[in-house]
């Protein structure tokens, strides 16, 4: 299957930092990436769905300035967690869509902020 | 987007058996897809199953899909330890792009 990444795997920030992690579609071109995160022994929880060219798309109850989204290239899209505080800490999950309606996930970033 | 949800909520067996687990949605799909995560990584893509497909296989993985019941199953055959995890499917309806997911299944096999 297609490959992608995520940078970094891990994080740890002091509260009040920001943090940027990049999702990268390896082998592929993907239009459209979608941002997760999921609490221990929880679900994953779609936060965003992120569009190459234009403004990402916010879940429910995501604040769309807290959680920064930008889809600059086919391959490349960063969420950057703004001004962090220690309920974000969660693990940051991104997935890019291949051409036959698969989706694809990165290996993840696990974010602790202190 | 919706939702599926699996059953059961945790399975445990032991090396060398079958496990089966099961997914049921609501509302009609295009495609369904099932995820393999394990603990503290990523999502691992299995298999993509169509509406009009019935069955499909990969290595020991198959999976069938009953749009009848809006149910599928993913069926492990000879399991090993190293498919330990949780599994996830996704049902994907209409022009939808982004999934939800449920509860999964946390899979336990034991050596």
């Known amino acids: 299957g297609a490959v992608v990444s995520q940078h970094p795997s891990w994080v740890i920030c002091k509260s009040g930092t920001s943090v940027k992690i990049e999702c990268r579609s390896l082998d592929f071109q993907a239009t459209t990436m979608f941002w997760y995160r999921q609490f221990p022994k929880q679900s994953l929880m779609l936060m965003a769905t992120s569009n190459e060219g234009s403004k990402a798309t916010y879940e429910q109850g995501v604040e769309k300035d807290k959680f920064l989204i930008n889809h600059a290239s086919l391959t490349l899209s960063t969420l950057t967690v703004t001004s962090a505080h220690p309920e974000d800490s969660s693990f940051y999950i991104c997935?890019?869509?291949?051409?036959?309606?698969?989706?694809?996930f990165g290996p993840g970033t696990r974010l602790t902020v202190l | 987007s919706q939702q599926g949800e699996e059953d059961p909520q945790a399975l445990s067996i032991q090396e060398g058996e079958n496990a089966t687990m099961n997914c049921s949605y609501k509302t009609s799909i295009n495609n369904l897809q099932w995820y393999r995560q394990n603990s503290g990584r990523g999502l691992v893509h299995l298999i993509l199953i169509r509406s009009n497909e019935r069955e499909k296989h990969s290595g020991r993985l198959r999976v069938t899909l009953d749009t009848s019941k809006k149910s599928s199953s993913l069926l492990i055959t000879a399991s090993r330890a190293a498919d330990t995890a949780s599994y996830f499917c996704?049902?994907?309806?209409?022009?939808?792009?982004?999934?939800?997911f449920g509860s999964g299944t946390q899979l336990t096999v034991l050596p």
């Open positions: 997935s890019a869509r291949g051409d036959r309606d698969e989706q694809f």
């Open positions: 996704a049902p994907i309806s209409g022009s939808a792009r982004q999934l939800t």
